[in-house]
């Protein structure tokens, strides 16, 4: 008995594959609120690496973490880590090993480090790599 292998079940099967790998390694998040403009807009959505050594995140990356204050999924733009000294408004942050210290881009409308201190990297879920077209250019 032979068997052969149909288009359909070549597609349905690559299908599959980059679905998975797709949803293993990428996350969609939708912005809300306002910490982030104007680079990011409320509604705009983001493509987040999931998986990555933690040594790969360096000041301006855009990130997505689970909040030390709530627990509640923000994004911010890390401002340093472990090891750099920051300015903190005028005053010096030494950031400790394996965390990093986290801002708004929009410091009037943003809750980050500045009020609940560094990061742990174990809460970070991802790592911005490219925002998708979208949000309200008002912010509302």
Request: net charge positive; glycine share 12%; charged share 15%.
């Amino acid at each position: 008995m032979k068997i052969s292998s149909s288009p359909f079940a070549l597609l349905f099967g690559a299908t599959i594959t980059v679905s998975l790998f797709v949803f293993f390694f990428f996350g969609i998040y939708t912005v809300e609120g306002r910490s982030m403009m104007p680079n990011l807009l409320p509604g705009r959505n983001v493509i987040i690496l999931k998986h990555f050594p933690a040594d790969s995140i360096h000041p301006g990356d855009i990130i997505v973490y689970k909040s030390p204050a709530d627990g509640s999924l923000v994004i911010k733009r890390c401002a340093g880590t472990g090891g750099e000294q920051i300015m903190n408004g005028d005053q010096p942050v030494l950031v400790p090993p394996r965390t990093i210290f986290a801002l708004g881009d929009n410091p009037d409308k943003s809750r980050d480090s500045r009020h609940y201190g560094t990061v742990p990297v174990s809460a970070i879920q991802g790592k911005v790599i490219f925002p998708i077209i979208g949000g309200s250019k008002t912010g509302e």
